[in-house]
């Protein structure tokens, strides 16, 4: 049998691989495992530990990470595939797929094909208290989002965090979050831009305070501000349009564009646009040496 294991959600593809490999291990055994990854392996050396016999084993299992790597694979892909021998099964490992080749439309329809995609904010949330369960804890909804908007949208990251909050406590809280985890920078600008935003002015001063004082320089607040107010821009602009066209056209995180809606509920284009000259003349000005960039970045917070 041959399975595919597809897409951009690393964590998903591995989480699966794993799976599956120590299922057949355990049955098997290691040495009838064969793992090669297509940059750094021939065309030749793929079809050999294809379509050679097990050895010292009734089946073997043949992993290829990026086989694609190998432009021979792709061009014979079709013909090294199709008739595995019935004692192998064969994994391969394709995180970017171009659809528009036919070799993609032959895993599609020739093998196992599992794609997993990134999942969103929307998705993390549940992922986290499903997971936390399997791992002997538990986390409520509410504190599984705020532990992906206090982290960030990366499945890994979250995996790791939430194990590492299990084992001090497996009654994950706020509390623990706040304790255990460092808050992602775009996450913090985030709240300052909601601070700012909703005239919580002194809110929004003690975010930048602690920002500075974990030694983020003025410099990377303004990319990461210019960053928030892009997004401000796409959606404002994109009007009652729903979050997955936005995220699709734009390329950007359906996460993102789901908080950033409400954000700027209530805002026009000319308001952003307003902040985006604010924030440009700054970093203007930045670029002069008799400039305050510190003092200029609290006036923004200030006079938003």
């Given at each position: 049998?041959?399975?595919?294991?597809?897409?951009?959600?690393?964590?998903?593809?591995?989480?699966?691989?794993r799976?599956?490999?120590?299922?057949?291990?355990?049955?098997?055994?290691?040495?009838?495992?064969?793992r090669?990854?297509?940059?750094?392996?021939?065309?030749?050396e793929?079809?050999?530990?294809?379509?050679?016999?097990?050895?010292?084993?009734?089946?073997?299992?043949?992993?290829?990470?990026?086989?694609?790597?190998?432009?021979?694979?792709?061009?014979?892909?079709?013909?090294?595939?199709?008739?595995?021998a019935?004692?192998?099964?064969?994994?391969?490992?394709?995180?970017?797929?171009?659809?528009?080749?036919?070799?993609?439309?032959?895993?599609?329809?020739?093998?196992?094909?599992?794609?997993?995609?990134?999942?969103?904010?929307?998705q993390?949330?549940?992922?986290?208290?499903r997971?936390?369960?399997?791992?002997?804890?538990?986390?409520?909804?509410?504190?599984?989002?705020?532990?992906?908007?206090?982290?960030?949208?990366?499945?890994?990251?979250?995996?790791?965090?939430?194990?590492?909050?299990?084992?001090?406590?497996?009654?994950?809280?706020?509390?623990?979050?706040?304790?255990?985890?460092?808050?992602?920078?775009?996450?913090?600008?985030?709240?300052?831009?909601?601070?700012?935003?909703?005239?919580?002015?002194?809110?929004?001063?003690?975010?930048?305070?602690?920002?500075?004082?974990?030694?983020?320089?003025?410099?990377?607040?303004?990319?990461?501000?210019?960053?928030?107010?892009?997004?401000?821009?796409?959606?404002?602009?994109?009007?009652?349009?729903?979050?997955?066209?936005?995220?699709?056209?734009?390329?950007?995180?359906?996460?993102?564009?789901?908080?950033?809606?409400?954000?700027?509920?209530?805002?026009?284009?000319?308001?952003?646009?307003?902040?985006?000259?604010?924030?440009?003349?700054?970093?203007?000005?930045?670029?002069?040496?008799?400039?305050?960039?510190?003092q200029?970045?609290?006036?923004?917070?200030?006079?938003a």
């Amino acid at each position: 049998m041959v399975t595919t294991l597809a897409g951009e959600n690393g964590f998903g593809v591995q989480q699966e691989l794993r799976r599956l490999v120590d299922a057949f291990v355990q049955e098997h055994g290691d040495l009838a495992l064969v793992r090669m990854d297509g940059a750094e392996t021939t065309y030749a050396e793929m079809q050999q530990a294809i379509e050679s016999v097990p050895f010292l084993a009734s089946r073997k299992l043949v992993v290829l990470t990026t086989p694609s790597a190998q432009k021979e694979f792709i061009d014979r892909a079709t013909s090294v595939l199709k008739d595995v021998a019935d004692t192998t099964d064969v994994i391969i490992v394709e995180p970017k797929l171009d659809k528009r080749l036919s070799y993609y439309k032959f895993l599609k329809s020739h093998t196992e094909f599992h794609e997993h995609a990134q999942l969103d904010g929307g998705q993390l949330a549940p992922w986290l208290v499903r997971r936390a369960t399997e791992q002997g804890g538990s986390v409520s909804s509410a504190d599984a989002r705020y532990l992906v908007e206090r982290v960030g949208a990366n499945q890994q990251l979250l995996g790791n965090e939430l194990t590492k909050l299990i084992q001090y406590d497996p009654a994950v809280t706020r509390k623990t979050i706040d304790l255990l985890t460092e808050a992602n920078p775009h996450s913090t600008i985030f709240e300052l831009m909601d601070a700012v935003m909703s005239g919580q002015t002194a809110r929004a001063m003690r975010l930048y305070e602690e920002q500075r004082m974990l030694r983020v320089e003025p410099q990377q607040v303004i990319a990461m501000l210019a960053w928030q107010l892009h997004a401000m821009a796409v959606v404002v602009s994109a009007g009652s349009r729903s979050d997955a066209d936005v995220a699709r056209e734009a390329r950007m995180s359906p996460y993102v564009v789901k908080k950033t809606r409400g954000l700027v509920r209530g805002r026009t284009l000319r308001d952003v646009r307003e902040l985006v000259s604010k924030l440009l003349q700054i970093d203007t000005g930045s670029k002069s040496g008799a400039f305050d960039i510190d003092q200029a970045l609290r006036n923004f917070i200030v006079g938003a």
